[in-house]
């Protein structure tokens, strides 16, 4: 039983992750690739890490693998959003020309 | 072989279409790739560990989703300001 939970939360999460990576590869502008970006840290992770929980409980192994995924999951939005700005501002003709070293 | 080493190698493949876009498409696209991939990459390591039994193996992935939010943000800093 335990082995079908596991082998279903993997295949969920798979499939999920490829989902996203299919969406942002098929989307035109970085904005709407930005939104798979997202979608792949929030969902599969979770399903990987249920699966990894219900293998081996709690070890000081999950307790990596729990700090892997909540570094995903709360630090990697802050990153699409920055990234969004920096697109923004690159359609926007906001960039400025980087400064020569030599001067 | 068991469940979270094929899922891993799975995962692997989904490199290819984002190295892709990130060769044809725009910078900022690329630097979007990018962080997929960092996001992938985690997923990836966290299934070898534990496919591989090594408890040494799961430091990896904590490091790479730091590294991956501080690479991307650099990356995001610079490309703002100057691209």
């Given at each position: ?101 030599e001067? | ?13 989904g ?14 696209d ?54």
């Open positions: 039983m335990e082995n079908v939970v596991v082998d279903a939360l993997l295949g969920i999460a798979v499939a999920a992750e490829l989902v996203c990576v299919l969406g942002f590869v098929l989307m035109r502008t970085v904005y709407d690739r930005l939104h798979y970006v997202g979608a792949a840290t929030s969902v599969a992770p979770f399903l990987i890490l249920a699966a990894l929980i219900t293998r081996e409980g709690l070890t000081s192994e999950t307790a990596d693998a729990i700090a892997a995924v909540a570094l995903l999951f709360l630090v990697n939005p802050t990153l699409v959003h920055a990234t969004a700005r920096a697109a923004r501002r690159l359609d926007a003709g906001g960039a400025e020309t980087p400064p020569d070293p001067e | 072989m068991n469940a979270f080493t094929i899922a891993g190698t799975i995962l692997l493949a490199f290819l279409p984002l190295g892709a876009v990130a060769v044809f498409s725009r910078e900022i690329g630097l979007a790739a990018l962080q997929l991939c960092g996001a992938l990459a985690t997923l990836v390591l966290l299934c070898l560990g534990e496919g591989f039994h090594r408890s040494a193996y799961f430091d990896v992935p904590v490091i790479t989703a730091a590294a991956t939010w501080i690479g991307g943000m650099i990356f995001v800093r610079f490309f703002g300001r100057y691209v």
